[in-house]
């Protein structure tokens, strides 16, 4: 254990404890306290904040997430954030409501229940809870995954609700496998049923805000069907008022996948649209797929549709540049900071 500090966050006011071997993020879930944030390793830019007064030190992070300039000006990152005085820190982006509302972050032992394709490269990765455990968690968050025989840790998004996670003890995932990935790479033949994997979380901040009574715009690319998953099946279990569109890209026809399930959580959403865009092809068999789509990437589709997006809330979740893009767009059509949620799925800064 370091020396402790105080660290008092603007415009908020609100104070908490930090010790000089803790970031200031992990201080904060400690505390039970929301910061925003998304991959936790100086990758996404989620964290951003401004350091108003005190002394600090950044463990590395990618100059993607927070350019020289932004620092030199005295932005920081605070999952990489370690203080060394007090701190007075202004907060960019910020959720009062959620603030004070954290889940505390918990590990939990759980074990594989089921590896189940869903397309050529992505997986239905089904977790156990062992007896005895509750992971409690929201809808659209995310938790750390690790088999208690080895330091890789990496991030991946509940598609399920809490609701479920109560009521069976299991837990889904989707994921994207890479040939040679620490984790993803061994969904193929290494990890069976059975095998123990420890869950720690829950993270991220791309949960419904209960205050909100705007329409719902989710946008997600492949493996990033998880978190709307999620949201989805919540909103479904809650049959909210909300109007609800979701906008999904892939590649091809043959990368679509829970489309029966998409459509019949549609219909116990009162206002809810589907719209799968495919970007490698011009052509797709709607009739025989139960859905209808567009053509192109899926951010110029939502472009295309999406006239007015400024009384919206709106999930972005997938691969960093399809989020950036995602982002650049939303605010090219004034959606405020505030209410644009995502989860950039960016790779682990280290190999384990
Ligand atoms: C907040 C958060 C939530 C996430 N949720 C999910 C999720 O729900 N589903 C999911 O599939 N993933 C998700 N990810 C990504 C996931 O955590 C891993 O980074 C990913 O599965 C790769 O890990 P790996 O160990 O298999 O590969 P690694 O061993 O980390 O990487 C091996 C190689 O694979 C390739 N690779 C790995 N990741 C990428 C990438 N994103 N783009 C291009 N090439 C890549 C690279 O060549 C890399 O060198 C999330 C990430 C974050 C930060
Ligand atoms: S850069 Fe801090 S949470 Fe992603």
Redesign the pocket.
Known sequence: MGDKHRVHFEPVDLEMEVDEDETVLDAAFRQGIALMH????G??SACKSFLLDGDVQMARYSTFALADYESEEGYVLLCKTHAYSDLEVELINYDEDELRNAVPIQTVRTSIAAITPLTGD?VSLKLKLAEGERFVHKAGQ?SEIRRPDSD?K????M?TTPASTDENGEIE?????????????LLDSTLRPGDEIDLTGP??SCTIRASSDRRIVCIAG???M??ILSLLRRLAESGTERPVVFYYGARTADDLFYLPEIISLGLKIKDFRFVPALSHVDHAEWGTLGVTGDFGLITDVVDRQEPDLTETDCYL?G??PMVDAAIALLESKDVPNDRIYF??????VS?S
Request: net charge positive.
């Open positions: 998304g991959c936790r390793e990758q996404c992505i995310y890789v990496r991030s991946f998004s598609a995932f989707i994921i994207k496998k890479y040939p040679g990935g620490h984790f993803s790479g993270y991220g492949g493996a990033g998880a978190p979740c691969p960093p989860d950039k799925f960016t790779t682990s190999e």
